[in-house]
């Protein structure tokens, strides 16, 4: 007979103005098919519900232990990429009995200790200007490196589009102020605090979250794995989804 390993549930969120549905599926497949995957919306986007009201990591990361709570799990381990790893940092720091093990992907931490993009690359970011497909070109420039985002573009271009005009420009700057609040915060040393073994992976391309903020995070975190995929965007696991979640698997089987 055939071995296999598994591990407890996975957890997985998002970042900046992304949804559950916007996972690249050959690498969240990938990971379903060790064990149970759960797919959260932050709030106010794709599923979930919107106040309207403004929040902080803080506050979405309490929201991501209500969810964990109310599917009446004892504890999951928590995959977040870029917002959604500020997100399983907090969490993990907040509520050390939910978490099992961290995947934290194109991330940063807290505070000071952050490499921030150029301003150039914030400000196209954030922009929510132009049509849908104008948005959808200038936030694959963003994810992917050279050529390859116009490739992705000319094949996925009109469900990106979809998936922009269907974003509320209100959420997407709730969601900014969200992360400024994170990069002016000077909390950061407490991630030498952290109980969960965590696993850190970046691309080398990345120029939302440069990449040399996986080795401030592991240089903070106790015992924490780095994972670097050359030539990698920001958006790297969907150039790199087999690869990747190999490796995630293998780190939560241990």
């Known amino acids: 007979m055939p ?9 997985v969120l998002n970042g900046l103005a992304a949804t559950s549905a916007d996972w690249d599926p ?29 929040f902080d990591i803080a506050q979405l990361a309490d929201d991501t232990g209500r969810v964990i709570k109310t599917l009446e799990f004892k504890r999951v381990s928590v995959l977040g990429w870029s917002l959604g790893g500020f997100i399983a940092q ?8 939910l978490v099992d093990k961290l995947v934290l992907l194109s ?26 497909h104008e948005q959808a070109r200038r936030l694959l420039s963003l994810l992917f490196p050279g050529d390859l985002a116009e490739s992705i573009y000319q094949k996925f271009g009109d469900i990106v589009a979809a998936a922009r005009a269907q974003l509320s420009p209100d959420l ?6 969200a992360m400024d609040a994170w990069h002016r915060a000077g909390a950061g040393h407490r991630l030498g605090t ?21 080795l401030a995070l592991v240089n903070a975190i106790p015992g924490a794995w ?13 150039q790199y989804p087999h690869p990747l979640a190999d490796l995630i698997s293998g780190f939560l089987a241990l």
Request: without cysteine.
């Open 194 to 214: 952290l109980s969960a073994p965590a696993l850190v992976a970046t691309g080398t391309e990345d120029i939302v979250i440069p990449a040399s903020n996986a």
């Open 90 to 97: 907090i969490l993990a720091l907040d509520h050390p009995a």
């Open 3 to 11: 071995a296999s390993r598994k591990w407890g549930p996975l957890l």
């Open 226 to 238: 780095l994972a670097q995929f050359k030539g990698g965007g920001h958006a790297f696991m969907a």
């Open 26 to 54: 050959s690498f969240i497949d990938q990971l379903a098919s060790a064990n149970e995957i759960i797919l959260l919306d932050n709030r106010g986007i794709g599923l979930s519900t919107d106040s309207k009201a403004p």
């Open 107 to 132: 991330t940063d931490p807290r505070g000071v200790d952050a490499e921030l993009a150029s301003p150039t690359v914030r400000a196209q970011l954030t922009d929510t200007s132009g049509t849908p």
């Open 172 to 177: 997407i700057r709730r969601q900014v102020a």
